[in-house]
């Protein structure tokens, strides 16, 4: 070990130790100050930005591969710190407003993102194991901080006691893969694999437990059912966070392990992924028809993308595809994460403190009252279904695109009608929006407002001008998975 | 049949029965002993696999802590605690199916590898050696130290996530001192 | 001696005992006490890998120290939420956990 190793997980370091020093300061900061904690930890995370932006481009093992530092781990740290940003705009003004403004909320919401990042960069199963676990179990908790509010430690109940159940899946999976394989080292895995060496059924068997087991962390179909409960009960500003991050987690987890470790055995598990994510897209977006609460709409919503996103990994079992699927899916996450912090954002604006002011008819006169707010909602809408000229039209015709290069002509098909389907629900917020009088009753708060516009800002011109973003995502997929 | 053998098949016997109760008694603290039991099973199998250190691990954190743990919860709740009426929820038959297929299934998978029949080779080193080794993997920079301090933090940060649940939620302190 | 598979499928009968338990326990705390035995059962695993595939090498024995510390702190985070829920309204809502069935 030398010095290197160090450089390489020095933003993660450099977020734990702030979130440790943070809970310190934070007992010297007043009750109704808590604005200043807020501040102190959106600052450690811009450090960790310019941290992370003065190393990219670095590629290199360190740890003895435990940690893997490349183009795929750089680019969603990104992803994580700006959402933990995100998270913490959205979280300013609401937990004042809904009164549970806490110092802990922020110390929590850092020591999420260092799982998270942790997960990007993991290059052993014990490694992605423990950061599975450090990015969920502050999330319990910042699900429940609205207590004593019942539906919030009711969805931290459901969301511990699943989430945890999903570990263990985990889990029981990497020790089936370690006894397969001897390691838990995802370079030696593959290695073992290639020499013949693994035992299959162990290896086969593991395989589908971690999927199980993360297919529960991304809500994929048939392993969603606590999704909408816990997104409808978490307070608002701790589910945009969530359906974000811990997706884009998940999915980071997905397709390292799946693509650095089992490359030689894609056909048994892409054909699993194939069908659990034209299920996840069909089932995410009917249901989503049904509601008429927001929150549940775009829980389902959040579902549905899972499916599409899920779509990457059976295109990606071809290797002549595979770093383009990676790159489409990297630039998918941040078009999400733009797009749906906007949405979740417009829905902050409109929450009561009683938790009313979230049925989608609440919504009505909203183009009146507010047009630049419901202008940005209906482009967030526009978005999510994928209608040009934004950001999700074009995420959405990237993957397409990887997808029918890898000969999944039925699967893209399904993508593209249930996109459509999803229209339905996506355009009724836009037509209660303008088409419905009413007097919905508007926060304008300057953070909230700041992040509508530049979650705006961002899924209009990157729909315009993707092309550096899109560069970027497929040179990071590029490096990673192009051996 | 060996000796061995027969203290296997004892443990593991011990160990399967106590986990169906802990997942059939109808009284939650009667699960939570019966878990007790599990977990000391689960340790003498430890013992049986030469893992000794593990098995003193096991007793004292599992048993010790976690066990404990669960057992003054039971306590705390008793009060709302159903210990009467049906302690499965109505589609306890799909949770029944779901784990006997997994099992069916891992079962026909672990049969049919040939290279699980085999015994192992007896351990080269005595267990202190074993326990030496296990200690400085822990903290060696080229071994085990990233996840042992990663394991460190996720202590810490279950810790504080701990402590702000279990505190009454800041100005309501007047209101729980009432009651 | 013991063969391995004896093991395995012991670890395999406790895991699908702990997910029967979680799915089919209306308690929380219940559910949790599932959760520790699947948990133990991976254990029960990764000790048996190390013995028979590869003594030699201490990692299945340090991964199972990692999964110990792991169950630690979800029964810790877990016994709060379930006891701060009691506290609050004398009734543990998971009680009516219906797993299947949210």
Known sequence: MNAGDFSTILPLLLVTGWACVLLLVDLFIPRGRKAITAALSALGLLTAIALLLSQFGLEREAFKGMIVVDGFASFLQMVFLLSGLFGIALAYDYVRRQNIERGEYYTLLLFTVAGMMLMAQAGDLIVVFLALEMLSLPLYVLTGIARPRPDSEEAAMKYFLLGAFASGFVIYGVALIYGATASTRLSEIVAVVQAGQAIGGLLLAGMAFILVGLGFKVAAVPFHMWTPDVYQGAPTSVTAFMSVGAKAAGFAALLRVFLVAFPDVAPAWAVVAMWVSAFTMAWGNVAAIAQTNIKRMLAYSSIAHAGYILMALPAAADPAVASDAVGAVLFYLLAYAFTNFGAWAVVLALEKKDGQGLAIEDYAGLGARRPALALAMALFMLSLTGVPPTVGFVAKFYLFRTVLQADLVWLALVGVVTSLISAYYYMRVVVVMYMRQGEPEVRSEGWLNATVLLAGLATFIFGLLPAPLMGLAARAGLLTFLR | ?179 | MIPLSWYLILAAAIFCIGVYGVLARRNAVAILMSIELMLNAVNINLVAFWRYMSPGVISGQAFAVMVFAVAASEAAVGLALIISIYRRRFTVAAEEIDMLKW
Do not use: C
């Open chain 2, 1 to 179: 049949m060996t000796l061995v053998q027969i203290l296997f098949l004892l443990f593991g016997l011990v160990t399967l029965l106590a986990s169906l109760m802990v997942v059939t008694s109808p009284k939650l603290v009667h699960a939570a002993f019966w878990l007790i039991l599990a977990l000391a099973g689960v340790a003498a199998l430890f013992i049986l696999l030469e893992a000794t250190f593990l098995a003193v691990v096991q007793v004292v954190v599992y048993i010790g802590a976690i066990a404990i743990l669960i057992i003054f919860a039971v306590m705390l709740t008793r009060r709302v605690m159903h210990d009467t009426g049906p302690q499965v929820n109505r589609s306890w038959w799909v949770a029944l199916l779901v784990s006997l297929v997994l099992f069916g299934g891992l079962v026909l998978m672990l049969a049919q590898v040939p290279a699980l029949a085999g015994t192992p080779a007896p351990l080269m080193v005595d267990q202190e050696t074993l326990l030496e080794d296990l200690g400085r993997a822990l903290v060696d920079a080229d071994r085990y130290v990233l996840p042992f301090e990663l394991a460190s933090v996720l202590l810490m940060a279950s810790m504080i996530g701990a402590i702000f649940v279990a505190r009454p939620p800041s100005g309501s302190e007047e209101r729980s001192g009432e009651r």
